[in-house]
């Protein structure tokens, strides 16, 4: 439904036209794109299996053309943000179509499966071992990420302003969040015995510092200043960015972290869960 809205606007509205596709010619893309996706779409919504990989795939292909044209072209901006959107809920849809749910399980596999740390290290190790995890994570999602979000949002044309206000609120935002992380990842790595790193996680149940407050002060506190610095650089893209590593924390990683805590530390961790909030804290 939301394919066929879109391409009713873009027949209709030259500037829902210039916008999503720029110069693209809309009749060659709708030969393509109407039958691959919005006819797929509804034949994948009876449960055939086929047209909900074929739909995905093609969305995926067309979402990375656009970024490309986009991109060299500066025209069609919006339009690629409209089929990231689309590619996303595809593959979203195509997994409950196959599988009957999304296995959000595999994001801790591999390097990120949930393994206690060595219980041989010293506190100092794992305190040194933490503060490194988080120079580096700090640097590509805070730095690096951003400042390719910021650029492609200018190359795409999808800018917006931002009121004056932004940057003070920006590095005050920045510089709370980022005490409450260094705050959360020291009382985490030298109380637990481990690091917050999936791979080496605590060997102890961390209910001090600003645990004692709030379960997840480390989450809280790098979605502020994925916020923050979205503010400070003028970027909805990447406050949107943000928001949306949130929605994929709390709905993806939570619930597998959560689970792998319940069955090390069992009715400490349950009546711990019970007691402190995951994201308001308790005073």
Known sequence: MAGVAWWI???LSPAVRTATLGSL???????????????????????????ALVTAGW????AVALAGYATITTEAGWGVLI???????????????????????????????????SA??????????TLGQMALFWGFFLGLLPLA??????????????????????????LLASALGVASAVTMS?????TPLPSAMPNRLVIAGPYRWVRNPMAVAGISQGVAVGLLLGSWLVVAYAVLGSLLWNYAVRPLEE????????????????????????W
Not at 106 to 112: A, D, T, Y
Not at 120 to 128: F, Y
């Open 259 to 282: 689970a792998d805590l319940e069955d090390r530390f069992g009715a400490e961790f349950r009546q711990y869960r019970d007691a402190v909030r995951c994201w308001i804290p308790r």
């Open 190 to 194: 030298s109380r637990g015995s481990g």
């Open 83 to 117: 089929m990231l959107a689309a590619t996303a809920c595809s593959g979203v849809a195509v997994c409950l179509v196959m599988l009957g749910r999304v296995p959000t399980e595999l994001i801790v596999r591999g390097p990120f499966a949930f393994r206690p740390a």
């Open 120 to 129: 041989r290290r010293t506190t100092a190790a794992h305190v040194g071992a």
């Open 149 to 174: 979000l910021v650029w492609l949002e200018q190359r795409w044309g999808v800018s917006l302003a931002f009121p004056s206000m932004a940057v003070p609120a920006g590095l005050t935002i920045l």
């Open 59 to 62: 969305t995926g292909v067309v």
């Open 9 to 11: 606007a873009v027949f």
């Open 25 to 51: 010619d809309p009749i060659a893309v709708a030969v393509f794109d109407v039958p691959l996706f919005v006819v797929g779409s509804a034949v994948a919504a009876f449960g055939v299996r086929a047209a």
